[in-house]
DNA sequence: CCTGTTTCAGAACGACTGATCCGTAACGGC
DNA sequence: GCCGTTACGGATCAGTCGTTCTGAAACAGG
């Protein structure tokens, strides 16, 4: 029987993610991930393949930790309502060191293209959920018969990335409630 | 008499500072910044102090560049239609590999510190310019009375971040009508 | 030509990097 | 206890990294 592995994958892949978000992918070196998830170099190895596989699992469970966002874009009925509540609960999570996914589309020539392929199915899955949810708020009548909801979902997701952004260069500095004020503004 | 440089020190700094777009300051190496720029090893200590002196220079140059777009919020009379013109320019130019000052947010605890305090000016002056036109252009009546202008030039330099990210990711697909569209609803 | 100075090309250096390796530990089954 | 298996701690490896160094080149002046 073999040796009981004293690591517990999840919480590995979830502290890999959380220094990946600091310092990204190139930036995060072995000795500190090995520190940080107190897993050693074989099992490393073992378990993901080295580093570009800790990365894309961390990336994964961040990115599952960030799909109950886009589990209210997919409530039914679409419409307006879901775009209000998917903000609510954006702008109450803390991002001081931006979004991994959102980090990583600066490392686009530094990280392995399968990565990015992740990144860049994020981003259009994102925006296709936004811009479904504002045909339906055309549709019932809640936005204006002429309103672009393809370029609308386009400049909401760049919106959604430059919120995590900001929240690096200015924590704190952009709260809930004047999002939302531009938000209403906007969707009117 | 020294022997003559064949090197030109802005041209060095502009070819680094394209490499520094694509690749960060941890992820563009000496050997391709040697390759990029012509400059031989021993000339790059001696004109800019080692990499980090390299950096420092493509992104002051860098955000020169960029103050053009500045120029735009610093022209008299202050209101609407210096953002009008700001975005329309901000819409024209291409960043397909983001913006250095904008990438560089993502490395905070990668940079040194000297280099991420030029990006927190750049950021916080460039909410200011906007500040300052979206004040003038609600004491002009051109804005509602009650806008929240510090929330606003929050959130549009948010925006600002975004669509320069998002144009990495999904490049061309964030037009500048679609924007211009959404800014309109927003001023008014 | 020689001299002094600065810049060049690129080698060498020491530290750092991700990956591999080795001896030992921990386990159940016999 | 022994055996086979897997995971551990940490040393080692080969390559890469930014920085320093060296000999040669390029120049004007004497």
Do not use: W
Request: a positive charge.
């Amino acid at each position: 029987m073999a040796r009981p592995r004293t690591y517990v994958r999840d919480e590995v892949v979830s502290r890999a993610a959380d220094l990946f978000v600091r310092k990204g992918y190139e930036g995060a070196h072995l000795e500190e991930l090995v520190r940080v998830t107190g897993l050693n170099r074989f099992s490393l190895y073992k378990e993901f393949g080295g580093k570009e596989g800790l990365f894309q699992a961390a990336l994964d469970a961040y990115l599952e930790r960030m799909d109950s966002l886009g589990a209210i874009l997919r409530r039914e009925p679409r419409g307006l309502s879901n775009l209000r509540a998917f903000y609510a609960d954006l702008l109450s999570r803390d991002f001081p060191h931006g979004c991994l996914a959102v980090n990583t589309i600066r490392e686009k020539h530094v990280v392995p293209e399968r990565v990015f392929a992740t990144i860049e199915r994020f981003a259009a899955d994102s925006e296709e959920q936004l811009r479904g949810n504002l045909a339906a708020a055309r549709e019932r009548g809640e936005l204006a018969a002429t309103t672009d909801v393809d370029g609308l979902a386009r400049v909401l997701t760049a919106l959604n990335m430059g919120l995590m952004t900001y929240g690096v260069v200015a924590p704190g500095r952009a709260s809930a409630q004047q999002v939302g004020a531009l938000l209403e503004r906007v969707l009117r």
